[in-house]
């Protein structure tokens, strides 16, 4: 059996970008919805606590606001979106590099697709970490291990999101100047 030809393979990459990143979208729509009135914010103010103390202020400040049991559900429902965006991430390194035609930028798609999942493994030990932060462990080593690698997360992946911009410009500009890819 022959490999599917490039344009089959295309055509493939672009059905799973934009589904997975409209997948992500919604996925991310709805769970804000049903979290509330608990925030986006509110749980990234968590991820980079830093310091145990500031960890146990917020988890008491949910508490007493009654965001605690949606923080807790924020923490599962992190491993669904994690499989969501590393999937429109990396498939839409592949993607958009692809659309350019480049050599050069088809191969640092192929690159950062693998580097997409570096940030998902440091989202999952970061929330292994957040977890046993909210049920109680709340250790300064669990606050540290979630802060940095929450850190590391973030640079990956808005390395990503601008590898992917900087691949759509290309093309958008090669595609105005008449070139076609």
């Given at each position: 059996?022959?490999?599917?030809s490039w ?5 493939r990459?672009?059905q799973l970008f934009w589904?997975f990143?409209l997948?992500?979208i919604?996925y991310?729509?709805w769970?804000?919805?049903y979290?509330?009135p608990l925030s986006?914010?509110?749980i990234?103010q ?8 500031k960890a146990?202020a917020?988890i008491e ?8 049991e949606e ?6 429902f992190?491993?669904?979106?994690m ?8 498939i ?8 350019t ?5 088809i191969?640092?798609?192929r ?5 997409i ?10 929330h ?8 109680g ?7 540290s ?10 640079s990956?992946v808005?390395?990503?999101l601008?590898f992917?911009?900087?691949c759509f ?5 090669g595609?105005?100047?008449g070139?076609?890819?």
């Open positions: 059996m022959e490999p599917p344009p089959a393979r295309f055509s990459l672009r589904l990143f997948l992500t919604v991310m729509i769970v804000r919805n979290l509330a986006s914010d509110e990234v968590f991820e980079i606590a830093k310091t145990a103390n146990q917020i400040n949910w508490k007493h606001t009654g965001k605690y923080s807790v559900k924020s923490t599962y992190a491993y669904i979106f499989f969501l965006y590393t999937m429109a991430i990396a839409g390194c592949r993607f958009i590099s692809a659309c035609g480049n050599d050069i930028l191969k640092g798609g690159g950062f697709a693998w580097l999942i570096v940030a998902t493994i440091c989202d999952l030990f970061e292994i970490a957040l977890s046993r932060t909210l049920s462990d709340i250790s300064q080593l669990n606050v291990i979630a802060y940095n690698l929450a850190r590391i997360k973030f990956i808005i390395v990503c601008l992917m911009v900087a410009l290309y093309w958008v500009i595609r105005l100047g070139e076609e890819s």
